[in-house]
Nanobody, 123 residues
Framework: VQLQAFGGGLVQAGGSLRLSCASS????????MGWFRRAPGKEREFVAT????????IYADSVKGRFIISRDNARGTTYLQMNSLTPEDTAVYYC?????????????????WGQGTLVTVSS
C-alpha cells in the first residue's frame, strides 16, 4: 500500500485546511486510517484515527472539536478537515494505514505511512 498525503500549505491562525490521503490500493478500505504529525523539534504525535467503515473515530485532545477525520472508501481517500488552526498546529502531517479494521493512538497500530505534507499556521 502506498499512501500520498497532500493539501498542506500556509494558512493564517483561525483558518482552515483540508488534508487528503490517497491510497494506491483498495485493500486499505478494510483497514483503519490515521493521521499523525511532527512539529519542529518535537516527537511525532497522534492526531486522529478512523475505522474501516467510518466509525471508531478517536482524536487527540489538542485537536478535538476542531479537526474532523473522514474517509471515502470508494475513492480510497481519507481526509482531515482542520478548522480554527493555531500556530501550534504547524507540523508535517502524515497519514497511515492501520494493521486492522480499527486502530488506536499508538503508531504501532499502523504499518504503512505516507510521505507527509507540511502545514504552516502563521500568527
Amino acid at each position: 500500500v502506498q499512501l500520498q498525503a497532500f493539501g498542506g500549505g500556509l494558512v493564517q491562525a483561525g483558518g482552515s485546511l483540508r488534508l487528503s490521503c490517497a491510497s494506491s490500493r483498495r485493500t486499505s478500505t478494510n483497514n483503519a486510517m490515521g493521521w499523525f504529525r511532527r512539529a519542529p523539534g518535537k516527537e511525532r504525535e497522534f492526531v486522529a484515527t478512523i475505522g474501516w467503515n467510518g466509525g471508531n473515530t478517536i482524536y487527540a485532545d489538542s485537536v478535538k472539536g476542531r479537526f474532523i477525520i473522514s474517509r471515502d472508501n470508494a475513492r480510497g481517500t481519507t481526509y482531515l478537515q482542520m478548522n480554527s488552526l493555531t500556530p501550534e498546529d504547524t507540523a508535517v502531517y502524515y497519514c497511515a494505514a492501520g494493521r486492522r479494521a480499527v486502530a488506536g493512538r499508538d503508531s504501532y497500530d499502523y504499518n504503512y505511512w505516507g510521505q507527509g505534507t507540511l502545514v504552516t499556521v502563521s500568527s
